[in-house]
């Protein structure tokens, strides 16, 4: 697909850098990073994967084992802040900095920073922000663990994505997350929570569903935005996607059908929208893009790849819905 279905950053400038992240492990973080990037470089974005996980599972996710430093660049370039060198993914618009075990250096040199430099919780964001113009989106799969690499990633972004499932385990790791989230705000206001994925759905029943969203408001002390789009429980197709290291609108074709026929439609209706702005009169009713949006039924065949197009096309319409509240109050 050579059209970009997406509206590039605002010329204002907002920095699209997201950091998906949960103080547990196996709720999917790694699998929306590869998925939600993979989705949005088809879709004509220029996407960078940040893989800052010890564990390096976006380069398994995309089929990258055999090229992986091991998070080695990472450890070369963030101490110092130097820019980052995005490598090729084999797919168009698609690079990634991966990640591995020698991000464990990494937490150490900068738990030795700590005391000397007031400076170093913006080390990684040096290393993007020097690179940041060649992207769309930036996203950051963090660590479970680590709160030093994890602070320094919610330094770096602008937006944050807790994916959770609804176990004791991983509602304790979005609560841990959440207050790390209030201390960054402190060296970086701009920090937002984009939303809360609720993953690992075992049931199509609304009410379950709609238990996870009240458990998640408890969780955060109320007002918690939370995507609409669960992350379904698929065992096999989530295997496969680390065996093969194909996503999983690669190994099912008829979603990323779906998904760019979709994309083609929201452009469309972004162009119209945009005339009709410019042609609106003072005074005059502005039709509201959300209640516009057309109601697309999916082919039925792909389950797992549907819930992650799905999550994309929400995740950009937040984004984009962010920078517009953004750009209002700038
Ligand atoms: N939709 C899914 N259904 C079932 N298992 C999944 C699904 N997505 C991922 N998994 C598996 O769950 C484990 C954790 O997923 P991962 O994305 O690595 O989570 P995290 O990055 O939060 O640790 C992996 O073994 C992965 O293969
Ligand atoms: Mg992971």
Redesign the pocket.
Known sequence: MTTTAFERRPAAGLARVVAVI?GK???????ICSSVGGLAAEAGWRVGLIDFDIQG?LAEDLGLNDITDEGEHQLDVIPGGKPFEFKPTGRERLEIIPGGPILEDLAAVMQGRQSRDPEWMHALANSIAAVEEDYDLILI?CP?GFPILQTLALVAARYVII?TRSDAGSRKGMRMVARRFTNARAYNPDLELLGVVRT?ITSSAKGIREEVRKEIAEDLGGAAPVFETC?????RP??A??DTGKLPHELEPEAEAWFKDRFARMKERRAREAVEKAASKPGSHRADPRLEAEIVFAPSTSG?AQDYAELTQEFVDLLHAAEERAEETA
């Open positions: 949960n492990g196996g709720v999917y973080k790694s699998s599972n799969d479970p994916p690992g992350i379904r429980y698929a065992e989530a295997k996607v680390r797992l």
